[in-house]
């Protein structure tokens, strides 16, 4: 399927009845970031939309500028901080050391990646039914790797296989997009991140499960057996 400000509308649309059942499962203030995260990228994928009405003359420069602008600083200086820290919160006090470096590493990819995106300036065109934006980022790929660790990485040490799993996922969407389609790699993986992110509803419904004191007190589960 071709990119387009149709299927931005289709895919932010599609996510919101998943964002408001995300955020429905919500019993403590530490699962709202994670709980967020379909709505946040349904906003992202709403956000594109007006990009792509720019691109075609039916929004004005300045709506496609601000558009633009927004959609980039949540893609690169927001992300590589919220993820990591969305995962740390939901993790049993016992296990957050292990994530924590993750979390030291998103915040210097955000705050060099909001330096670039702020000096700019911003260029934005379409190339190959994607948009691509343009931020006058060097040493591109050096920095891609560092923004999949800090996304990626505290996902994958999770304790909780659904969160793993979308971790893995978004690893190999990640991974391909930098390496295939660098160019566009913040519109193509945000796509990839926003429909994986019913994996996120997956996981607040199994939070369910969990005991009280692990899931709201942060307390370790006790062994079994």
Request: with cysteine.
């Amino acid at each position: 399927m071709c990119f387009s400000v149709e299927a931005d509308v289709v895919a932010g649309v599609a996510l919101l009845p998943v964002a408001a059942l995300s955020l429905r499962e919500v019993r403590h203030v530490r699962e709202v970031p994670f709980a967020a995260l379909p709505l946040l990228f349904a906003i992202h994928q709403l956000t594109e939309a007006l990009v792509w009405a720019g691109l075609d003359g039916d929004v004005s420069a300045n709506v496609q500028k601000t558009a633009a602008l927004a959609y980039v600083l949540f893609a690169f200086p927001v992300l590589p901080t919220l993820v990591p820290t969305a995962v740390l919160l939901l993790e049993p006090r016992g296990a957050r050391l292990r994530v924590a470096p993750f979390v030291a590493l998103g915040l210097v990819v955000s705050a060099y990646l909001a330096y670039v995106v702020l000096r700019g300036p911003l260029v934005v065109e379409e190339h190959d039914h994607a948009v691509v934006y343009r931020i006058g980022l060097e040493h591109g790929m050096f920095w891609a790797v560092l923004y999949i660790l800090a996304t990626v990485g505290p996902a994958l040490l999770s304790g909780y296989p659904s969160i793993v799993a979308f971790g893995a996922l978004n690893l190999v969407g990640l991974s391909l997009v930098a390496l295939v389609y660098q160019e566009a790699f913040a519109s193509l993986w945000c796509v990839l991140a926003a429909l994986l992110s019913v994996l996120v509803l997956l996981h607040m419904r199994l939070r369910r499960r969990l005991p009280d004191p692990h899931r709201l007190h942060g307390q370790p589960l006790e062994p079994v057996g």
